[in-house]
């Protein structure tokens, strides 16, 4: 079964045992390790009321001042421990009054989830005017493959669709770039899809103690460009959007 045909509890449910199994064994990665920190120093400034959809052991935003919201027990517990303010929930539904938040961060999550249209709206709704929504998605439902069904995608997104799933839920893109650290490799790619398949375990732990740390060396600063980048042969996407 594919993973856009799964129940929305099945795909929960799936994406939790997939993130309790990643993050047992991993180390919480500080922001400001990530190329994203240029761009959230300067958003911070201006937003005191912060929000960040499931970080898992990879917040984006400081863990002083931030409200995170995720579903995997070992991620809270990181967050937890270094005092952040973090609580169990998910992005169809958030425990947050309207308008709560001035910056809202959603990296990597909206492809995870059955509705995404209900998502975008409760992201919408937990906004402030004028707050800032970064969020990242992958591209391109032809280049669908292995690692979109292991990993519990939903989806893969055409630019031009998304765009417009953010205009009806009031959000405009101001800005945008490449992202993402997936390999360009696909034999790379499949070496990795076998060994997660039959050695998960020992696959996840390579992956925190080895090729994560390798692709934070590797990382280049974001290369911004005014609305929409050209996304011809890009996998990923991160967006810059405002409520309007």
């Not at 995170?68 to 539904?93: M, Q």
Request: proline share 6%.
């Amino acid at each position: 079964m594919s993973a856009a045909a799964r129940t929305a509890t099945g795909l929960t449910e799936s994406n939790r045992r997939f993130y309790d199994g990643l993050w047992s064994n991993a180390r919480l990665i500080e922001p400001q390790r990530f190329n994203t920190w240029p761009l959230i120093s300067e958003l911070c400034e201006r937003a005191a009321r912060r929000l960040e959809i499931a970080p898992g052991m990879r917040p984006r935003l400081p863990l002083d001042g931030t409200v995170f919201l995720d579903l995997s027990a070992p991620a809270l517990r990181a967050l937890r421990t270094r005092n952040a303010n973090a609580a169990n929930g998910l992005i169809g539904a958030l425990p947050f009054a309207n308008a709560s938040f001035d910056l809202i961060c959603a990296f990597d999550i909206v492809e995870h989830v059955a509705d995404d249209d209900a998502a975008l709206s409760e992201l919408a709704r937990a906004a402030a005017p004028g707050a800032i929504l970064l969020l990242s998605v992958p591209l391109h439902p032809q280049t669908w493959n292995a690692f979109d069904e292991f990993v519990g995608h939903c989806r893969r997104y055409e630019p031009d669709v998304l765009a417009a799933k953010l205009v009806r839920c009031g959000f405009s893109i101001e800005r945008s770039a490449i992202y993402g650290m997936q390999s360009k490799s696909s034999r790379l790619l499949d070496l990795g899809m076998w060994f997660l398949k039959r050695h998960p375990r020992t696959a996840m732990r390579w992956y925190n103690r080895v090729f994560m740390p390798i692709g934070l060396a590797l990382q280049k600063p974001l290369q911004w460009r005014d609305g929409m980048i050209d996304t011809q042969g890009v996998d990923e996407v991160l967006l810059v959007c405002r409520k309007g």
